[in-house]
């Protein structure tokens, strides 16, 4: 079975050894499609990269850091589809797994985000259908960033395809505690003490008040900049 192919290919055979019939089925099926998802990335990548280019000859700023793009791993798809009790079906990957393509856009100050954001939705190949936003209202863990949740048009010969993308913006600030905070996590076992909570959440709140004088002095310089042309 192509199944088993790739799992050689990959070298990951026996983490699929303990799955049931009919979660290797799904996959199976699943790895048909997986090139759209990683086509998908590759011209969100391009788009978002050529947005930065825009503000860069546009307004002489740049507001894009880096980005990072991963494809969902197939043990997560299926994880995912168990905790939240959806079919094991084509179907359920389809309609429900909107961030199987999952991408993060380290922006250098809070405004870019939004400004990046408002960008990307006058394109006419992608239609967002819903936004997250934990900067304006932030998890109770002190996640921040603005989760968007688009679909983009893919041409593939002659076809099209409509793929789903998850896209977190978030500043360099945001990026650094989400990135730790992740690490903390998987190392405490998902288990942190109420004063580790506090003051996580703390080190968020701190960060966000760089976010914002950075901005603010961001802000500052630049006007002056216009002033003095
Ligand atoms: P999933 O089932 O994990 O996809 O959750 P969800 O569909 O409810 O999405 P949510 O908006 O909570 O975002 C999930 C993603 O955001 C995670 O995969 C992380 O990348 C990130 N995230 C959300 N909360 C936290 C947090 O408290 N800490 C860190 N480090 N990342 C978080
Ligand atoms: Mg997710």
Redesign the pocket.
Known sequence: MAFYIKEQQNGIGEKFNDLSANDKNLLNEYFKIEKFYRYALKEMQAKIENLDNYCETSFSHNPIHHIESRIKTPENIIE?IHRRGYPVTMNSIKEYLY?IAGMRVVCNYINDIYQIIDLLSKHKDIQIRFI?DYIEKP?A?G?RSV?VICDIDIYVVGDVRVVPIEI?FRTIAMDMW?SL??EL?YKSKNVYTEEEKVNLKKYSDDLYNVDINMQKLFLKKTEGDIEND
Request: hydrophobic share 10%; no cysteine; net charge positive.
């Open positions: 995912k961030d997250k998890k863990s996640y989760h977190q989400a905070e992740h996590r």
